[in-house]
C-alpha cells in the first residue's frame, strides 16, 4: 500500500508526463493498482477517465440456485412457512415447509416437504412429500396451507390447513379448514386421517365463517393439548384478526375454547403462523403480521397469558424475514422464516409468495426479551481467508493498522461521504465481520452493496442513531431523506463510543447482517454479489476495526 506521500510524488510525476507528451492521450489502464487519497476526490470524478481507480463493478450476477445455508428447494422451488420439530429419536430438527408447487405436471398446490439439519448451517432434503393436495376439486384439502407436527408416544401429527380456491361453488362452502395426517416416521410420507373431523371456524360467534381460518399450531401445556389457529372475528365492534384456541385430551377431537390473543390495541388484518413456545421460565407467542410482513411477538410468565409486549422492540428481524418459528433441542434455540424472491430476480421486483430458508440462533436477555445471532456452525464453518483487495478510498481517513483492513472515516456535512470501496469478493457465500463504533452521527453510516459510484448509486446498509434503526435502503442516496420508506430495517439502539461486533453473511443474493449478538436484518439483495462494497461514514465520526472476510 502507498503512503500518500508517495500518491501525490506519483500523480505529479504523471501529470508532468503528461503535458511534456502534449498530445490528447488518456490513461485508461484499469489495471493500474493505484490507492487515490482524500486530497484528489471529486463527487463528480469519473472512475472510468481517472487512471487511479479501478472500475466500480456493479453489475448484478445471475440469481443462483447453490444455497447451502439459505436453503431453497429441490428444482430452485421456493420455500414457504417453515414447520420444524426436534425429534429425540434422531437427534435431528426437521423442517417441514410448504413447497412453491402449483398446478403443474404433478397437480400438487403447496404439497408439505421436509429437510432435515443438526445445526442450520447445511439441510438434506428428503425428496418425497410428507403430505399431498388432493386432485378432487371439492375436497377441503385441493390445496396444502401451513399447519405444525406434534410428538406423542412415537406418532407424528401433522395437522394442516385444508385450503380449496374453488371457494365458492355448489360443492365448497368453507375455504379453509384445520385437518390431520399422521406418520410413525418424520422423514416419510404422512397419512391422512380420514375420520378426523375437519374443525371449521367457529359458528354464530362472529367468526369469518367461510374463509380465513388457518396455520394450525399444536402445544401441550399442564396436561392439555392446545391449537391456536390463525382466524378473523368482530371484537368490539371491529372486525380484525385474532387467534382461536381449542384444547383436546387426545390430539383427536377437539373443542372451541376462546379467543387466544386479539391483538390488544392493535388491529391486524391476519396473525398468521401463530406459535407459543418457552425458553427457560418465559413464555413467548409469535406470529407473522400480513400486512408489515413482519414477526411479532409477545411474552408472559404463562403458556395462556395475558401476553405483554417486550421491553425492547416487538419485531424479530426485518420484512424480509416472515412465517417464522421457533425450535429448541433443549439446549439450543432458533427461530426460521422465509425471505421472499422477487418477480425476475430484480432489487426492483415485486415480492413473491416463498423464497429461501433463513434461520437465527435465539437467546434471551436479561430482561427476557429475544436476541438473534449467527448460528454457531454458521460461524465457525466460516475459517478460511479471502485477501480484501483495495479499490479507493475517498474523503477524509486514517488507516489505523499496518496489518488490518481498519480505518477511522470522518465526514462533517450530509451528503459528504467519507469511504473505503473493495473489490468484489468472488464466493457463492462468505462473512464479513467488524467491530463499529462511533463518537458522532448525525446521518449516517455502515456499508455500501452492489457500488456503481461513490455516493450515491449505491445499496446503502446503514446505521441511523438518530433514528434507532439498522435500514438497507436501495433508494440512490442523493434521494434518501427522513421521510423515505426503508425497503427493510429493524430497530437497534445505537449509542456513541460503543464497539458493536458485527457479522455479515452473504449467499448468493441473501444478505443477513448481525449486531452484537442482539437483532440481525435479512435481505434480499441481487445485486450483493460479485460487485464492489465498502464501508462509509456520512456527516458521522466511525471506526471500522479489523475488516475481514471469511468462507468455509
Known amino acids: 500500500m502507498k503512503s500518500k506521500n508517495e500518491i501525490k510524488l506519483f500523480t505529479t510525476v504523471l501529470l508532468l508526463s503528461l503535458f511534456i507528451l502534449a498530445n490528447s492521450c488518456q490513461v485508461t489502464d484499469d489495471s493500474v493498482d493505484t490507492i487515490q487519497g482524500p486530497d484528489l476526490t471529486n463527487p463528480d470524478d469519473d472512475p472510468d477517465t481517472d487512471p487511479v481507480f479501478e472500475n466500480l463493478q456493479c453489475t448484478p450476477q445471475i440469481e443462483q440456485s447453490d444455497y447451502s445455508i439459505y436453503k431453497i428447494g429441490s428444482n430452485g422451488r421456493r420455500i414457504g412457512d417453515l414447520m420444524p420439530i426436534y425429534d429425540d429419536a434422531s437427534n435431528?430438527?426437521?423442517?417441514?415447509y410448504l413447497k412453491d408447487i402449483w398446478n403443474d405436471d404433478s397437480n400438487q398446490r403447496h404439497p408439505w416437504y421436509t429437510l432435515s439439519t443438526t445445526d442450520f448451517s447445511s439441510y438434506d432434503e428428503i425428496s418425497s412429500e410428507i403430505i399431498n393436495s388432493s386432485s378432487a376439486g371439492c375436497d377441503q384439502d385441493f390445496a396444502i396451507g401451513s399447519g405444525s407436527v406434534f410428538i406423542e408416544d412415537n406418532i407424528y401429527y401433522g395437522f394442516y390447513t385444508g385450503h380449496n380456491p374453488n371457494f365458492p361453488s355448489s360443492c365448497v362452502t368453507k375455504k379453509e379448514g384445520v385437518m390431520l395426517a399422521t406418520s410413525n416416521n418424520p422423514a416419510a410420507g404422512f397419512t391422512k386421517n380420514e375420520s378426523f373431523t375437519t374443525i371449521y371456524a367457529p359458528t354464530g360467534m362472529q367468526f369469518d365463517e367461510q374463509d380465513n381460518f388457518r396455520d394450525p399450531y399444536v402445544f401441550e401445556d399442564a396436561g392439555t393439548y392446545y391449537m391456536l389457529v390463525s382466524a378473523r372475528a368482530n371484537i368490539g365492534g371491529v372486525f380484525k384478526g385474532v387467534i382461536a384456541s381449542y384444547t383436546s385430551t387426545d390430539l383427536l377431537s377437539w373443542t372451541y375454547d376462546d379467543i387466544f390473543y386479539d391483538g390488544d390495541n392493535s388491529t391486524y388484518f391476519m396473525m398468521e403462523t401463530a406459535q407459543v413456545f418457552k425458553?427457560?421460565?418465559m413464555y413467548y407467542l409469535i406470529f407473522s403480521d400480513i400486512d408489515s410482513r413482519k414477526v411479532i411477538y409477545r411474552k408472559s410468565s404463562s403458556a395462556i397469558g395475558p401476553w405483554e409486549q417486550p421491553t425492547g422492540s416487538e419485531f424479530l428481524d426485518g420484512n424480509d424475514f416472515y412465517?417464522?418459528?421457533?425450535?429448541?433441542?433443549?439446549?439450543?434455540?432458533?427461530?426460521?422464516?422465509?425471505?421472499?424472491?422477487?418477480?425476475?430476480?430484480?432489487?426492483?421486483?415485486?415480492?413473491?409468495?416463498?423464497?429461501?430458508?433463513?434461520?437465527?440462533?435465539?437467546?434471551?436477555?436479561?430482561?427476557?426479551?429475544?436476541?438473534?445471532?449467527?448460528p454457531d456452525a454458521v460461524s465457525s464453518g466460516m475459517q478460511t481467508e479471502i485477501a480484501l483487495e483495495l479499490n479507493r478510498e475517498i474523503g477524509t481517513f486514517v488507516k489505523t493498522d499496518a496489518n488490518e483492513e481498519s480505518y477511522d472515516l470522518s465526514s462533517s456535512t450530509n451528503n459528504n461521504v467519507s469511504?473505503?470501496?473493495?473489490e468484489p469478493i468472488?464466493?457463492?457465500?462468505?462473512?464479513?465481520?467488524?467491530?463499529?463504533?462511533?463518537?458522532?452521527?448525525?446521518?449516517?453510516?455502515?456499508?455500501?452493496?452492489?457500488?456503481?459510484?461513490?455516493?450515491?448509486?449505491?445499496?446503502?446498509?446503514?446505521?441511523?442513531?438518530?433514528?434507532?434503526?439498522?435500514r438497507l435502503d436501495k433508494t440512490t442516496r442523493s434521494s434518501l431523506s427522513s421521510s423515505t420508506i426503508s425497503d427493510n430495517?429493524?430497530?437497534?439502539?445505537?449509542?456513541?463510543?460503543?464497539?458493536?461486533?458485527?457479522?455479515?453473511?452473504?449467499?448468493?443474493?441473501?444478505?443477513?447482517?448481525?449486531?452484537?449478538?442482539?437483532?440481525?436484518?435479512?435481505?434480499?439483495?441481487?445485486?450483493?454479489?460479485?460487485?464492489?462494497?465498502?464501508?462509509?461514514?456520512?456527516?458521522?465520526?466511525?471506526?471500522?476495526?479489523?475488516?475481514?472476510?471469511?468462507k468455509p
Open 419 to 422: 469511504a473505503v470501496f473493495y
Open 279 to 281: 425458553m427457560g421460565s
Open 489 to 550: 430495517e429493524t430497530s437497534f439502539t445505537l449509542e456513541p463510543n460503543v464497539d458493536y461486533d458485527v457479522k455479515m453473511v452473504v449467499e448468493n443474493s441473501i444478505v443477513v447482517i448481525y449486531v452484537n449478538n442482539q437483532v440481525a436484518l435479512t435481505s434480499r439483495v441481487y445485486k450483493a454479489p460479485n460487485t464492489s462494497w465498502g464501508v462509509f461514514a456520512d456527516n458521522s465520526s466511525v471506526s471500522f476495526k479489523t475488516i475481514k472476510v471469511t
Open 323 to 374: 412465517a417464522a418459528k421457533a425450535v429448541s433441542n433443549g439446549t439450543d434455540a432458533f427461530i426460521m422464516g422465509w425471505t421472499a424472491r422477487t418477480e425476475n430476480n430484480l432489487d426492483s421486483g415485486v415480492k413473491t409468495w416463498g423464497g429461501n430458508l433463513v434461520a437465527h440462533k435465539l437467546t434471551q436477555d436479561s430482561n427476557g426479551d429475544l436476541m438473534l445471532s449467527i
Open 426 to 470: 468472488d464466493a457463492p457465500r462468505y462473512l464479513i465481520s467488524t467491530t463499529v463504533s462511533y463518537s458522532q452521527s448525525n446521518r449516517d453510516f455502515g456499508f455500501f452493496l452492489g457500488a456503481c459510484d461513490e455516493n450515491d448509486d449505491v445499496i446503502s446498509l446503514r446505521f441511523v442513531p438518530s433514528e434507532n434503526k439498522i
Open 92 to 96: 435431528k430438527f426437521y423442517i417441514y
